[in-house]
């Protein structure tokens, strides 16, 4: 047979194609396929899909698989069945994302429930779908809404994607051969354009007005403000300084865990007297239960992710406190002579390749502390009288000290 006489076919019978593969019409004129074979010493016969879900090709394709189960010893029928139940149990893609959120370890609950909206909001056509179905034109069709709209929360989607489809191979929900739809090199980047990123800077003070801005925090009482205090001395993140307890302080060096860290490296952070003060100004009460450095709302509970910038918007400052430490880096590039790497270092950026870095096996913590005392003698130069006046803190064009 070939396509021209199938679809001339239309007269009820049995058409034989060979190998056991029939194009069977029936007195209504429906059409199907049919693979009949012997099984233990018994005729079967085994449907293969009709005339317009399965084309010739498909259904010869069909027919060989069946007979390779044959030639092995098995019964087509049979395997067939096995499979459609283990089919039965594939997850959908939702529930299975949902499953894999869960057990992911993530920064916070509010990241988790980031991971879980662009796993479910953003791709509502990959919901229902089992796991082991999904071909690349659904990533495409789910992808593709946002792909130019929203291009960085896109290209994590893809990620996203990409990830708990391979956890559903390594699950075996997913068998035989296989590459993931959502895998971008070689595949999805032949398909989508690159995605455009655009750099957003985190709006930033200019260090000349920091002087004035800290007369201002000084004068706000609470928990808040000298946290803000803190974190503005210490060039710190934010999660870094909310989840600070007393422990990780040992006399002027707050050593800060891996776990908190943005490059998941332990951090020690020279502290100035004025650091040291914000934290003792922020002490509770005798009585109080403490847990953390600077005290949340309820007894036991850190500083609230917003409290921060909550004393920002109540100044009517339009920065964040993330900006600050563009504020200390570029005050520091600017106007002071201290080298890159230690400046980088202070702000717990990695410094230099791999290879540089196995060399470099110190955190060069007396450096930053001169570093760091400039920077607060720089900052509360109208709150106080400077403190530290450190040579090295001079402008690049100094001569070197001593």
Do not use: C
Request: aromatic content about 8%; glycine content about 6%; proline content about 7%.
């Amino acid at each position: 047979m070939n396509a021209k006489s199938v679809a001339a076919t239309k007269a009820a019978g049995r058409y034989a194609d060979g190998s056991g593969l029939y194009l069977v019409v029936d007195d209504k004129g429906n059409r199907r396929w049919s693979f009949v074979f012997q099984y233990g010493g018994k005729r079967k016969e085994m449907g293969l899909g009709t005339v317009e879900d399965v084309d010739l090709k498909e259904a010869r394709e069909a027919r060989d698989a069946a007979r390779k189960h044959l030639v092995a010893g098995r019964n087509p029928i049979e395997v067939r069945r096995l499979e459609a139940a283990a089919r039965a149990e594939v997850p959908e893609f939702g529930a299975y994302a949902n499953k894999i959120v869960d057990g992911l370890t993530l920064k916070s609950d509010k990241h988790r429930e980031q991971w879980r909206r662009t796993l479910t909001d953003y791709l509502p056509g990959l919901q229902k779908l089992p796991v082991d179905a999904i071909a690349t034109h659904h990533v495409l069709d789910a992808l593709k809404p946002h792909w130019t709209e929203i291009p960085e929360t896109a290209e994590r989607i893809r990620g996203r994607v990409e990830r708990v489809l391979d956890a559903a191979r390594a699950a075996g929900f997913i068998s035989g051969p296989w590459e993931n739809p959502a895998r971008w090199k070689a595949h999805l980047a032949l398909l989508l354009p690159r995605p455009e990123r655009k750099v957003r800077h985190h709006p930033a003070l200019p260090y000349e007005q920091l002087p004035d801005f800290m007369v201002a925090l000084r004068e706000r009482g609470g928990v808040s403000a000298r946290a803000l205090e803190f974190t503005i001395l210490t060039a710190a993140r934010t999660q870094e300084v909310r989840f600070a307890v007393p422990a990780e302080i040992e006399g002027a060096v707050w050593s800060v865990p891996a776990v908190r860290m943005k490059m998941k490296r332990p951090h020690r952070v020279p502290l100035t007297l004025d650091a040291l003060e914000a934290v003792a100004a922020a002490k509770p009460p005798p009585g109080y239960k403490v847990a953390y450095l600077f005290r949340g709302a309820k007894a036991g509970d850190p500083l609230s992710n917003m409290s921060m910038d909550r004393v920002l918007r109540i100044m009517n400052v339009d920065v964040t406190v993330h900006g600050f430490r563009s504020t200390f880096k570029d005050w520091a590039e600017d106007t002071t002579g201290f080298s890159s790497g230690v400046i980088e270092a202070a702000l717990a950026h990695l410094v230099g390749d791999e290879t540089e870095r196995a060399y470099r096996r110190g955190d060069a913590l007396e450096k930053r502390r001169r570093l760091m005392e400039a920077w607060a003698d720089f900052a509360l130069s109208k709150v106080r009288p400077p403190r530290y006046l450190r040579p090295d803190a001079g402008p690049p064009s100094d001569p070197p000290p001593g």
